[in-house]
């Protein structure tokens, strides 16, 4: 059967998981009595919850004797180590870009990378049933990202389609005709998507997607450059510089058909599979035929550029909420995740019972802790980290990132004053229609941290920030942080209403009453810049004196609610975020006051 095999690229929420799900309906894949799932692609919980693909899946479509394999790749930056690889098996793009919003960071991103592997782009104009679309305008702002990324001119001389995949057409022009569904962009592939090169000589294949499976073990997905494969075949596999890791023998060939995974008993050269048998084998790795010995290119990854410290919880709650708490178990998970994504790099930090993890930023770190909670972990999080390094002339840089803001006019003026405080330098400035502007920054990791929050309370919810790594750039010098200290409690126990509503003048709660709270817990912030030990335990003293003054009803302020993402953005370098499978504490590092009293005078000591 011919192929063809095409990733669709494009910026978060701009409608590629839905597109999938119209070419899948389209293509017949799915029997006409059967019960259909909103985004189908999206399989994993927590893509489901946040709206977001955050890996990459294969699926395939047939029309008109063509098999035409997909692979959906995930939009937001802090994923991209996911999509860097995924190119490496598609021989054609669809470029999907929002027909009001235009193309955003990642689009760059990711087109970057597709250009620079001479894949030749389809732009596919979505939601152009959006008020506020200026399908025309997004057109020449595609084109001039493509020059500006030196895209050669068989590149820019894209063809271009419009439609929505909500409601599940495409058309050449603007306005239509709507009645021919997907047909449009499916004939476009055909004939504009290259079948896939096949070179000549024994069986090769890159890894390019990684997951673990309960009955399979490993299974390793990729596109077969050469040859053929059949189970029980004997291979081996080289890392990127031809060092032997093992060998051994297929044990399964799955390939895709529709949304599922079917077992075969040949697969030829060209097609996309995934192979079961192989425990070392991972990504960017050669599977090859034992009498090969020079492996494939891989694509480099882009660095990690923040870390953050897992530990073991010791708090004196521990072990009351979760069922995996020890060391070993944090260690074993966190290696298996490395182990399938290459973003991620896992290291064993100087105190053993601590585990430091290096991912692209603040999300998909969030992501692993969620994931880690709702297995049944505990554990305690340090605040995120910005990884620095030294040039060649030995100054100390770090990373910086390229932001796009778009916010309504009347609120760019704060939006400008608070990334001049965090060290952004404003490189653009215009509008984007609808009394909307469109601020481009360079500004460092380190000052972005914790800033989504804030953006959105400043703009009453309206701005949008992307964020994608830009490069490295000397260091900025000092950013301030937080401003206002914590409130901590001082004793183990039950909080009790009366005394959250005799603190409430010192500060806002973060606890309710009857949560509880330990020696070293924080449960407010207060008002001034110190930290404030407090007694959350304390009861109302009963006398026999029954007056209205007396008797004054108890009325709370509700709490400060911490999210994962809020929490991880508020702590400071002493403080940790304390996670369980049902709740998220934060808590200072050293629990007694007393050792944190030590702790300051060391420090102290140390910068005399």
Known sequence: MKLRNIAIIA?????????????????????????????????????????????????????????????DTPGHADFGGEVERILNMVDGALVLVDAAEGPLPQTKFVVSKALRMGLKPIVVINKVDRPDARAVEVINEVFDLFAALDATDEQLDFPILYGSAKQGWMAEKLDGPQDQGMKPLFDLVLRHVQPPVVEQGPFKLLGTIIEANNFLGRIITGRITSGSVKPNQAVKVLDREGKLIETGRITKVLAFRGLERVPLEEAEAGDIVALAGLPNATVAMTICDPAVDAPMPAQPIDPPTLAMTFRVNDSPLAGTEGTKVTGRMIRDRLLREAEGNVALRVRESDDKDAMEVAGRGELQLGIL??????????????????????????????????????????????????????????????????GRVRMVFHAPTRGLIGYQGELLTDTRGTAIMNRLFHGY???????QGRR??????????????????????????MIEPGWKVYNGMIVGEHTRDNDLVVNVLKGK??????????????????????????????????ELVEVTPKSIRLRKTFLDENDRKREDRRKEAEVA
Not at 401 to 414: F, K, L, R
Not at 496 to 507: F, I, K, S, T
């Open 11 to 71: 910026h978060v929420d701009h409608g590629k998981t839905t597109l999938v799900d119209r070419l899948l309906q389209q293509s017949g894949t799915y029997r006409d009595n059967q019960r259909q799932v909103e985004r189908a692609m999206d399989s994993n919980d927590l893509e489901r919850e946040r709206g977001i693909t955050i890996l990459a899946k294969a699926a395939s479509v047939e029309w008109e004797g063509t098999r035409i394999n997909i692979v």
């Open 473 to 479: 750039a000397s260091h900025k010098g000092a950013i």
């Open 484 to 509: 206002n200290g914590v409130l901590i409690s001082n004793e183990k126990g039950d909080a009790v209403a009366y005394a959250l509503w005799n603190l409430e003048d010192r500060g806002p709660m």
């Open 369 to 434: 802790i969620e994931t880690m909670r709702r297995e049944g972990f505990e554990l305690s999080v340090s605040r995120p980290k910005v990884l620095l390094r030294n040039n060649d002339a030995g100054e100390l840089e770090e990373p910086i990132e390229e932001v796009v803001i778009d916010v309504d006019e009347e609120h760019s003026g704060v939006v400008v004053q608070k990334m001049s405080e965090r060290k952004g330098e404003m490189t653009e400035l215009k509008p984007s229609g609808g």
């Open 541 to 574: 003293q009963l006398t026999n004196i029954r007056t209205t003054s007396k008797d004054e009803a108890v009325r709370l302020t509700p709490p400060i609610k911490m999210t994962l993402e809020k929490a991880l953005a508020y702590i400071q370098d002493d």
